[in-house]
């Protein structure tokens, strides 16, 4: 029971039941703006309150891994962008391929922050009781990096605990701000991972052509939106303090 | 309203214009603007977003109806962002000459 490119009784035409779906899917987009900007708010309400913490816990963030990951994701837009493009001129076959290649880089994506989440536990930044901004440099732990990294880090922070004597605390409230943000991110690509999936099983049985391609479209817009949110996150976590470090 | 399919090349040529933005960004954050390397990092995330939601998004394709609630969504959150900040801005004013003049405030009697 595929009604696939059907006209429904309520439209007057498939374009405007296209524009429709469409719209529909916007609005929900605008809800995801706020749901997200409700977080951007109190990162930046706390980051002028706590500049220097905040500033440190930036600086604490493999830059690396995190440019690797923003150029990925934006590579899954592209094949996302291609996914569409593919589905609406009928390349029934290239549609599969590019959907599976977006999977494959959320995925890549995903995976680059189970390392680096892993990372933040090794050097006891994982907001809780074990959370200690300076732990690797008071215990000069080998999975911390290279002792001239440690060196820079530790005139850093000594020079931080002067201007904000409670630097560990706001610290913490910088990397609770870290998970909170990149874990909800993490969450929409797990759930944009689902959907992709779902949309593979039915492009690889041929469902979408120049007349129906509504589901990739939209998941394309969600997959795209969440991207959005990576390009502003990646500047505010990772760059806030890159040149005093 | 037929549909409007984006050529492949405009694809690849946004990729290009959203790498060389990623690269710019790193490569500003490493340099010292002072209060200015918040503006260049938002500014270039922004023209990353405008890019993305116009061509990726098809935004610049889509009905009017469309284009105006992706407009409403950031009208929202400039309204969220603005007004919230403008409170929290205004916190830490100094104290009114009334309130100084105060010399045992009255919430000490009652205690």
Redesign the interface.
Known sequence: MHRTGELYGQFQTLDQQKETATLGMWVFLVTEILFFGGLFLAYTINRHAYSTAFGIGGNMLDLTLGTANTVVLIASSLTMAMAVWAATTGRKSLVTIFLMATLILGCIFLGVKVVEYKQKYDHHLIPGNNFDISYCVKSQNPVCGAPAELATEAKEIEEALKVDPDLNAHAQLYFSLYFGMTGLHALHMIIGAGLLFWLILQAAHGRFDANYNTPVENIGLYWHFVDIVWIYLFPLLYLINRHLG | ???H????KI??M??LA??VG??L??FA?????GRV??VI??G??TI??TL??L????GKY??R??KL??V???F??AI??GL??AD??TRHAEPSRSQLNQTVPSRSIVS
């Open positions: 309203m037929s549909e399919i984006v050529s492949p694809y690849a946004i990729f959203l790498m990623t690269f960004t790193v954050a490493t340099r010292d603007f390397n918040i990092a938002l270039i995330a990353k977003a993305v939601i061509f990726f998004m098809h889509s009905a109806r469309t609630v992706i409403s969504g950031f929202w959150l969220m962002l919230t900040l929290y801005s």
